[in-house]
T-cell receptor, first 114, second 109 residues
Framework: DTEVTQTPKHLVMGMTNKKSLKCEQH?????MYWYKQKAKKPPELMFV???????INESVPSRFSPECPNSSLLNLHLHALQPEDSALYLC?????????????FGPGTRLLVL | RKEVEQDPGPFNVPEGATVAFNCTYS??????FFWYRQDCRKEPKLLMS???SGNEDGRFTAQLNRASQYISLLIRDSKLSDSATYLC??????????FGRGTSLIVHP
């Protein structure tokens, strides 16, 4: 099973709202990733968790707060977002981040900030 | 210079054509190389990993040239369903995967 699931599929939120994106994988992978993708652009790496610890933060604004409750779950907490944060948010997982392994992507959450 | 560069295209080819994409990378310490395919409004899906010895999967062939720091993807006998954006991904010594901007392929009847 090479499936990564993400919820919700779509999310509309106001700039004062707090919401969370969820990602789950059951492949036994120990690395999980958050990416942001704008239209006609490649995915941009935001965060990497390796063995449930934050390994990489690509200078992401603090209004995005990642959380890894366990090895299968990855959350992205959103607070006080701006309209320019509207994008497709992709979660991915791989066996081990430091081995440059293949990443498997979830279907993404399409976020609109009003 | 960007770390990973691709010609954005679009490459517009007829069914049955052979088409090739290149992707150049700047970090000579790069270790892992992949081609992903992304359909409109969908997530990227792995097409193939790229090894020094090259690899082939049906109509698709990927090659790595470390000396010139590029990877290539060759698609033979193009199908309409091959229309998509092809993303190359390179992982360097810092283990941060870096995406190219993608190459758009349109296969027409």
């Amino acid at each position: 099973d090479t499936e990564v699931t993400q919820t919700p599929k779509h999310l509309v939120m106001g700039m004062t709202n707090k919401k969370s994106l969820k990602c789950e994988q059951h492949m036994g992978h120990r690395a999980m990733y958050w990416y942001k993708q704008k239209a006609k652009k490649p995915p941009e790496l935001m965060f990497v968790y390796s063995y449930e610890k934050l390994s990489i933060n690509e200078s992401v604004p603090s209004r995005f707060s990642p959380e890894c409750p366990n090895s299968s779950l990855l959350n992205l907490h959103l607070h006080a977002l701006q309209p320019e944060d509207s994008a497709l948010y992709l979660c991915a997982s791989s066996q081990d981040h430091r081995q440059g392994e293949t990443q498997y992507f979830g279907p993404g959450t399409r976020l609109l900030v009003l | 210079r960007k770390e990973v560069e691709q010609d954005p295209g679009p490459f517009n080819v007829p069914e049955g054509a052979t088409v090739a994409f290149n992707c150049t990378y700047s970090n000579s310490a790069s270790q892992s190389f992949f081609w992903y395919r992304q359909d409109c409004r969908k997530e990227p899906k792995l097409l193939m990993s790229v090894y020094s010895s090259g690899n082939e999967d049906g109509r698709f062939t990927a090659q790595l040239n470390r000396a010139s720091q590029y990877i290539s993807l060759l698609i033979r006998d193009s199908k309409l369903s091959d229309s998509a954006t092809y993303l190359c991904v390179v992982t360097g010594g810092s283990y941060i995967p870096t995406f190219g901007r993608g190459t758009s392929l349109i296969v027409h009847p």
